[in-house]
């Protein structure tokens, strides 16, 4: 037995003709799925009975279990989700004016150890599959519908929950295919979709020429020395040539690359961060997504001071970038950028 949500809607089609049926049924079948929301093929009711039978005796379509829900007082929901091997990752719901964004994991945990990062310290479990990926997505659509909020409200996609996407590329290239199919149900808009990455050159090109995605890189400094000593991954791939890749990266003509940059206090924020900051980014189609550090227990970073945070800034605004200061929802309830943990640490 094969889990359903593993396949893209082309691998249905494949099967089906394997089968000697036709392949357009693929398109009717991930409606059931991801549109009505069916989990059992009986209901499937335009599929004829012999077929609706050979699917149920291949495949299934499975749902995440709900470990636990914790709602934040800016009504930013957190969801604990256990996989089938027991292990946890966590999705954030994210209220926006009129839309909502999901933050989706990618890994059980995550091999990048960056230093400020919660879930880092949990360390690295294992990769999502498609399913998994895809099933939150699924799922939280499904929730809505439940409390009867339009399950399409649910508009925006953000690679940035647990784990490192582009260091599970092949299964994250499967899931935006699946996600941004035009002819499947999910049918989200790739101008909606974005995957954040620590910065694995390689894979960023790649992705570029694979998919039309939103990129946001997690830059965080603007030396080496400094983004060494936060992000390891730097050592690897330096500045130089992680911002090559971005500047020559494939994208449509209006698109940016989103740039985010956390502040801590004393360790990146000074005026002359900011400078350099503007310097580096000058040569790229760039905006700026600047994050408060979230203070969690035991934290070794501090969040600036308001002033701080406004001056730093007003010298990109300066500059003419466009630049925001991203406060994290959630955070009362560690949903917030990087301090998603799930259940690796207690
Ligand atoms: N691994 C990918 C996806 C995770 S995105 C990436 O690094 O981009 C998580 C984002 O939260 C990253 O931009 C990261 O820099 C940021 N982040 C991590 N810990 C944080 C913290 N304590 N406060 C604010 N932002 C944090």
């Known amino acids: 037995m094969k889990n359903l949500l593993d396949f893209t809607r082309q691998e249905i089609s494949v099967w089906l003709e394997e089968q000697g049926i036709q392949p357009f049924r693929a398109g009717q079948i991930s409606k059931w799925i991801h549109i009505r929301q069916v989990n059992v093929f009986e209901e499937m009711t335009d599929l004829s009975k012999e077929l609706r039978k050979k699917l149920e005796e291949h495949f299934y379509i499975p749902r995440l279990t709900v470990e636990k829900k914790m709602v934040s007082a800016d009504t930013t929901e957190k969801f604990l989700f256990r996989l089938d091997d027991g292990l946890h990752i966590e999705s954030v719901l994210i209220p926006g004016k009129a839309h909502f964004t999901l933050c989706v994991s990618s890994q059980v945990g995550c091999a990048q150890n960056c230093r400020f990062c919660l879930t880092a310290r949990g360390g690295f479990v294992r990769n999502l599959t ?21 399950p399409l409200k649910l508009s925006n996609i953000v690679f940035m929950g647990m784990g490192e996407p582009l260091a599970n590329y092949q299964n994250l290239i499967k899931a935006l295919e699946t996600i ?3 002819d499947y149900g999910f049918k989200f808009s790739p101008r909606h979709v974005t995957v954040s990455t620590s910065g694995l050159v390689p894979k960023i090109t790649q992705l570029g020429l694979d998919t039309s995605v939103n990129l946001a890189v997690s830059l965080n400094a603007t030396t080496d020395e400094m983004r ?13 040539q992680l911002l090559e890749t971005c500047r020559t990266f494939t994208m449509k003509p209006r698109n940016k690359i989103t740039f985010e940059y956390i502040l801590m206090k004393g360790v990146n924020d000074s005026k002359e961060d900011a400078l350099r900051l503007a310097k580096l980014l000058s040569p790229i189609k760039s905006k700026i997504n600047l994050i408060p550090f979230n203070e969690y227990e035991e934290s070794n970073f501090k969040q600036p001071s308001q002033k701080t945070i406004s ?3 007003q010298v990109l605004l300066d500059r003419n970038f466009t630049a925001i200061i991203r406060k994290s929802k959630g955070d009362d309830i560690l949903a917030a950028c990087g301090q998603l943990k799930a259940k690796l640490i207690s």
């Open 130 to 150: 498609v399913a998994e990926m895809i099933a939150q997505i699924r799922d939280i659509r499904f929730y809505l519908m439940q409390k009867s909020i339009d």
């Open 180 to 182: 941004t199919d035009s």
């Open 228 to 240: 060494s000593e936060l992000m390891p991954i730097n050592d690897k791939y330096p500045l130089k």
């Open 311 to 313: 001056d730093f800034l």
